[in-house]
């Protein structure tokens, strides 16, 4: 707890050894020695052949990046009975976990309601996703209302459908997708939305893909309004969302590379980001993975230090062979980039600036679902404020901070709106 952290920081001021490191020459190396014991050597640059550290079998599975049960307890912590398994590495999911997203098939739902952003949306899965991954499939889901005869001919339902059917029946076969088309009759948005999280709940894909406005565009000159019916599926929907904003399918990464941009810290959504980017990658992918430091912040600290270590592990554990489910994505090019805010820039903005000079097709962000149950908003501030910010294709990842027991048992089967195990 805090007070006991405040108690322990407070009795080691007051100790004989703060003296003597304060004596030391080098004295945060000797700190963070005394405290967390010796750490491991970082490379100067992630992503790189000369700086990419690889991480055995045994580095991978036993001793996770910032691992401190790997480490000596200090005496401070040991006098009051602190044991090393009470810790949990911040940010990092085990191992298996990891896997079994990785080797889970991917699924998609496609919400269609024929605005353009949708049609982008439809486009990429069926002509880039669907093309090269023999395993994918997609439920595409249409909520008509006949009662709106006012819609333009091509976003009602039978003409909507018959190009839909069209799209994927020369894309596929037929046993890889399926058109979903539900009468919404009377309902508002909201419960258009929940219409469509049930799906979801249904069917438990990995990703839902929408568009960023609907059919009534963008509203008015401010752009920082999301469709209703997005809200609803980023609030209660237990799956990843990837929120279209091209118009022009020519802007898609079709039958060409693809650029990444995840941002991340040390919490396990960001993680499930950088998992969700693998995922919808292909190989010779460019994946950069992307810490904003604040502003004049010139030296790393241990939390950027172990941030390095952490994705160090990670992107040896892709090519080292210890993994065969990590072993298949060893063709990316991944990258870890620090990159510093500039002066009155917000960690959104530098976010959007990076991806910007990267010219990004996804930018990948995490959330975590409890944040809801604490009384938080679904996505938060910084998460929203990239959404609103780029005007690139959006991926926001979904996680439940869990066990993977329980993640695989409970929460999957479940939508975020429905009822909780006890």
């Known amino acids: 707890s805090l007070a006991f952290v405040a108690h322990e920081t407070r009795r080691f001021v007051a100790s004989p050894l703060w003296s003597q490191l304060q004596a030391q020459p080098s004295m945060s190396a000797s700190f963070r020695h005394t405290i967390c014991g010796p750490t491991a050597a970082l490379p100067t640059r992630l992503g790189s052949p000369a700086g990419l550290q690889r991480a055995s079998t045994a580095d991978l599975r036993g001793a996770v990046p910032g691992d401190i049960s790997s480490r000596p307890t200090s005496r401070s912590a040991a006098r009051a009975g602190w044991r090393k398994e009470d810790a949990v ?51 595409v889901l249409h909520l008509y209302d006949e009662s709106k005869d006012y819609l333009p001919s091509h976003c009602r339902k039978e003409p909507l459908y018959r190009h839909c059917e069209n799209k994927m029946a020369s894309s596929v076969s037929s046993k890889r997708y399926n058109l979903v088309w539900r009468d919404k009759r009377g309902k508002d948005s909201d419960a258009a939305g929940a219409m469509i999280c049930s799906h979801i709940s249904l069917t438990q894909p990995n990703f839902v893909c929408m568009g960023y406005y609907g059919l009534k565009g963008k509203k008015g000159a401010d ?163 990239i959404i609103h910010e780029t005007e690139r294709n959006v991926v926001i990842a979904f996680w439940v901070a869990v066990s993977g027991r329980t993640f695989d048992g409970h929460v999957r089967c479940a939508s975020r709106g429905g009822t909780r195990p006890s």
């Open 223 to 385: 752009t920082h309004f999301l469709a209703s019916q997005l809200m609803k599926v980023l609030r209660h929907a237990s799956c990843s969302a990837i929120v279209f904003k091209d118009e022009d399918a020519s802007l898609l990464p079709i039958r060409r590379k693809t650029m990444f941009c995840v941002s991340v810290s040390l919490n396990q959504a960001s993680t499930k980001a950088f998992l969700d980017a693998l995922k919808l990658s292909k190989p010779g992918d460019d994946i950069h993975v992307v810490y904003i430091k604040g502003y004049m912040e010139a030296e790393d600290s241990d939390y950027t230090a172990e941030l390095r270590e952490k994705y160090s592990f990670f992107f040896g554990g892709l090519t080292d062979g210890s993994s065969k489910v990590f072993q298949k994505f060893n063709d990316r090019n991944l990258e870890f980039h620090m990159v510093m805010k500039q002066r009155f820039e917000t960690t959104p903005q530098a976010v959007v600036r990076y991806a910007d000079s990267i010219d990004a097709d996804f930018i990948i962000v995490g959330t975590n679902s409890l944040r809801v149950d604490r009384g938080k908003p679904p996505v938060g501030s910084v998460s929203l404020q």
């Open 89 to 139: 590495t911040a940010g990092w999911i085990d191992v298996p976990v990891c896997e079994a997203v990785l080797a889970e098939p991917l699924k998609f739902v496609c919400c269609m309601d024929g605005s353009p952003v949708s049609m982008t949306a439809l486009n990429y899965v069926a002509d880039e996703v669907l093309q090269r991954d023999r395993e994918a499939t997609v439920d």
